[in-house]
């Protein structure tokens, strides 16, 4: 299935009481790739400012159709799915919103083709809903699974979700990954070794293994960045800290010049006046 058959939904929101939902609505809509809004007898609609909240949308703002009646805005439509959290005494076809998207997008992409009206997402106002009436034009009703304690969603969230499960059906689970930024070969056992032996240099040289053993310690550290699994590019990196351990010691003259053989602690920094054997006061 292809992204095209998002073409042919249509989100239909009932009775809205608030245009921040409205934006809200929209917003889902762009991030999952729908382009069709009907508004039926919305409380509040100000194009201006939905679009001030929902940052470029305006092909969707400017596109949204707005109805009288509810009848109207769904007449030319094949397949209606009411969206509902509440229980209901009647027997409905209900269905989760994840086992309904492969469903409704063979039935928008006949639509998309222009084989058969659009399918409608059916939205009720914030406070109660939809009405029996409304689900009565329905053909399906689709309840996200929530905490039983809380299970009413905010209508954008609601929006969110049913068009989330729609584009992972229609694309999302091909969309590749993101590349890194900057890419490298995998990291060689060369450039692991510097990465141990500087690391070593200056687990000494902060007096680490002073209570610790230090094989056993370098082990664990080597098994940690094994895990890992670092490239070439984050080996240099993880050399690159030690490394300048080392040389801040040496700039502060806590760090000895002579080379300090690696399993064995640097020979200590020269003693400081107030640290020498004598006293001023001798």
């Not at 039935?107 to 009206?117: C, D, L, N, T, W």
């Not at 070969?185 to 040289?205: C, G, I, K, M």
Request: charged share 30%; glycine share 6%.
């Amino acid at each position: 299935m292809s992204r095209e058959a998002l073409n042919g939904i249509a989100v239909v929101l009932w009775q809205t009481q608030d245009y921040v939902n409205i934006a809200g609505t929209i917003r889902a809509m762009k991030n999952f790739g729908l382009r069709s809004l009907r508004l039926v007898s919305p409380e509040a609609w100000d194009p201006w400012r939905i679009e001030g909240i929902a940052h470029d949308t305006h092909e969707i703002v400017e596109a949204t159709r707005l109805f009288d009646s509810l009848q109207d805005a769904v007449a030319d439509c094949s397949f209606v799915v009411g969206m509902t959290a509440r229980e209901r005494r009647a027997k409905r076809a209900v269905a989760r919103p994840r086992d309904l998207a492969p469903d409704l997008l063979d039935r928008a992409a006949a639509a998309a083709r222009g084989e058969s009206g659009p399918v409608a997402l059916l939205y009720g106002r914030e406070d109660h809903g939809l009405s029996n009436e409304a689900l009565d034009l329905c053909h399906r009703t689709a309840t996200i699974p929530t905490n039983p304690g809380h299970s009413s969603l905010n209508l954008a969230q609601a929006v969110l979700v049913m068009a989330y499960e729609l584009w992972m059906e229609a694309e999302g689970e091909r969309q590749e990954f993101r590349p890194p930024r900057l890419a490298a070969p995998p990291a060689t056992v060369q450039q692991l070794e510097e990465v141990f032996a500087d690391s070593e240099r200056a687990l000494w040289a902060i007096d680490f293994f002073k209570s610790r053993n230090s094989e056993q310690v370098m082990r664990t550290l080597r098994e940690l960045v094994r895990r890992a699994d670092p490239d070439g590019r984050e080996a240099g990196f993880l050399r690159a800290m030690p490394i300048e351990v080392v040389k801040f010691l040496k700039r502060k003259g806590l760090y000895g010049e002579q080379d300090v053989p690696f399993g064995a602690p640097p020979a200590p920094p020269p003693a400081r006046a107030d640290e020498s054997d004598e006293s001023d006061e001798g």
